[in-house]
C-alpha cells in the first residue's frame, strides 16, 4: 500500500514531514511518495523553482528509506492533475496496488472542482487528515460524494486497492508555506519549522528573499 503525498513543497518543512511520519505510524504503508507538482491547477506559481524545490524534497527523502522523492509531475509542462498522476502509478505498479492519496480536509472542500474528480477513485482511495477549523461539508457535491464513497473501517483501504474515502484521527500539523517565506523575505530564521538541512539549503541559495 502507496500513500501518496502531493503538493508545491514550496518548501517542503515539518508539517509535511510530521504527518508522513504519523502516517507511516499509525497506518501500514510501504512507502510515502512525495510528488512535487510543476503547474498547481489551484495556486498561481511557486516561489522557488522546480530544481530547487526537487533538492530540498530530496535532503528531506534521502534520510528516511519509506520516503520516495517523486518528479513525474515536475516532468510535466501541462497542469499537475492529480488523475493523470494517477493513471501513471496505476501503469507502474499495476491494478491491484492499493494507492492511497492522502490530503486534508481543507482541500477536500474543493473535491468537485479537481480536474475529472468523478475518476479519482476508480483509481485510489483517498484518506482525510483532520485539519484545525475544518470539517466535511453538511452538503452539496463534497458532502453527497463523502456520503457515498466514505468508510470507517481503514481495512477497505489495506485490502483493495481503490474506491473508498476513510477520515483519520490524525491531525495535519499546522505550518504553513506562505508562512515560512514570509518570515524568511523579512530576513529570519522560521525556526522549528524546517529541518536544518533545508534551512541551510534556503540560506546558501538565497530563496525566499
Not at 150 to 159: E, N, P, R, V, W
Amino acid at each position: 500500500m502507496l500513500g501518496i503525498f502531493g503538493g508545491s513543497f514550496d518548501p517542503i518543512h515539518l508539517g509535511h514531514i510530521k504527518s508522513a511520519l504519523a502516517l507511516l505510524e499509525r497506518f501500514d504503508f510501504e512507502q510515502i511518495r512525495f510528488i512535487p507538482c510543476q503547474l498547481s491547477p489551484h495556486k498561481e506559481f511557486a516561489h522557488a523553482s522546480e530544481s530547487y524545490r526537487w533538492q530540498m524534497l530530496n535532503l528531506v527523502c534521502s534520510s528516511h528509506e519509506k520516503f520516495i522523492a517523486d518528479d513525474r509531475e515536475l516532468k510535466r509542462q501541462a497542469p499537475s492533475y492529480t488523475i493523470d498522476t494517477l493513471l501513471e502509478l496505476r501503469e507502474e505498479f499495476g491494478e491491484q496496488e492499493g494507492l492511497v492519496l492522502v490530503i486534508g480536509v481543507d482541500a477536500f472542500l474543493s473535491f468537485c472542482k479537481w480536474h475529472r474528480y468523478e475518476e479519482i477513485l476508480s483509481k485510489c482511495h483517498i484518506l482525510l487528515m483532520q485539519r484545525t477549523g475544518y470539517s466535511i461539508p453538511e452538503s452539496g457535491c463534497e458532502k453527497e460524494y463523502y456520503d457515498l464513497k466514505s468508510s470507517k473501517d481503514f481495512k477497505m483501504l489495506s485490502s483493495t486497492p481503490c474506491g473508498n474515502i476513510y477520515i483519520s484521527e490524525l491531525e495535519k500539523f499546522d505550518i504553513s508555506s506562505t508562512t515560512i517565506r514570509k518570515i524568511i523575505s523579512q530576513g529570519q530564521q522560521p525556526k522549528y519549522l524546517l529541518p536544518g538541512n533545508v534551512w541551510n539549503y534556503i540560506r546558501r541559495n538565497k530563496l525566499y528573499k
